[in-house]
């Protein structure tokens, strides 16, 4: 499929919203973008239409120009963000059975949302000039395609050592890298311990990619899982087709918890992993023109 068959950034403002009514009013990324693919009947392959940016690709076309929706969604008051991957109807909104072509318009029109934000609805291919002197959606900021480009620049053993890093601050214990031999395609292997009582064996795999994982990757790595392993995960710096989620969590087959390079990125953020947050401000120029 050609980038052209990805609804443009307004395209998806209002099944963005029903969406998130569906979902009872909030949902993640993920589930958004299933009920925005099921409420517009696009067809799988679409996600495999990667996102080109500046230092890497780690989502595809489609999650990108939904975060934009988002972004336009929250700034004019429709929706807010819970957390770093959660977002809800704001309370004055949750009777809106749906927006309208004209509340879509009123979004443009919002006096709290920048020119250059308005420039980029008016003409959304304007996007994919990707530079720091045009905005960015709100989730999705230059930050994180250079880290994604840093992780890509490293070498395989060097990045399996981040990654046993990685789990051990998201609470793993006896986090192991397995030789360079290989196991089986498994990365490594460690522990969970739940409320200090319940261990639970896991094995990971850790792939660098600049776009989709195949759902090939998924079955080779299940394939490698040996009797004694209770959990998986999957960690990339790109992003899963539509395929390779389903396979993920197929039924009747263990269940591979994936974690995708928008995932990563904000996981590492939140843990100040090899990042620290710099503040900036805003110059409100209205106000100084007022005075």
Not at 26 to 45: A, P
Not at 104 to 128: C, F, L, M, T
Not at 168 to 185: I, L, P, Q, S, W
Not at 202 to 228: E, H, W
Request: negative net charge; glycine residues 6%.
């Amino acid at each position: 499929m050609k980038k052209s068959s990805v609804p443009k950034y307004n395209e998806l403002i209002m099944p963005t919203f029903v969406a998130l009514k569906n979902l009872g009013g909030s949902g993640r990324n993920s589930e958004i973008l299933e009920q925005v693919m099921s409420y517009m009947g696009l067809d799988d392959s679409i996600m495999d239409i990667p996102h080109k940016s500046k230092y890497a690709s780690y989502q595809s076309e489609l999650e990108y120009r939904l975060a934009w929706a988002r972004t336009y969604l929250a700034k004019s008051g429709y929706i807010a963000r819970h957390s770093r991957a959660v977002w809800a109807i704001c309370p004055e909104y949750s009777n809106l059975s749906i927006l309208t072509d004209e509340q879509v318009a009123q979004i443009v029109r919002n006096g709290h949302i920048s020119k250059s934000i308005n420039d980029n609805y008016n003409n959304p291919e304007d996007n994919d000039k990707t530079n720091d002197e045009i905005e960015f959606p709100d989730e999705d900021k230059p930050w994180k395609d250079k880290l994604i480009a840093t992780l890509l620049g490293m070498q395989p053993a060097a990045f399996e050592r981040f990654s046993q890093l990685f789990l051990r601050e998201c609470g793993f214990n006896k986090v192991t890298v397995t030789k360079a031999t290989r196991d089986g395609g498994i990365d490594g292997k460690g522990e969970l311990k739940i409320n200090d009582i319940v261990s639970i064996s896991m094995a990971f795999q850790c792939k660098r990619y600049k776009g989709a994982v195949p759902v090939s990757d998924i079955r080779d790595f299940r394939g490698s899982l040996t009797t004694d392993i209770e959990k998986a995960v999957f960690i990339t710096t790109g992003y899963y087709t539509k395929s390779a989620k389903d396979e993920a969590s197929v039924v009747g087959k263990m269940r591979i918890d994936l974690i995708d390079g928008a995932e990563l990125v904000e996981k590492i953020a939140a843990l100040n992993l090899g990042i620290k947050e710099v503040k900036t401000y805003q110059i409100d120029e209205e106000f100084f023109k007022t005075i």
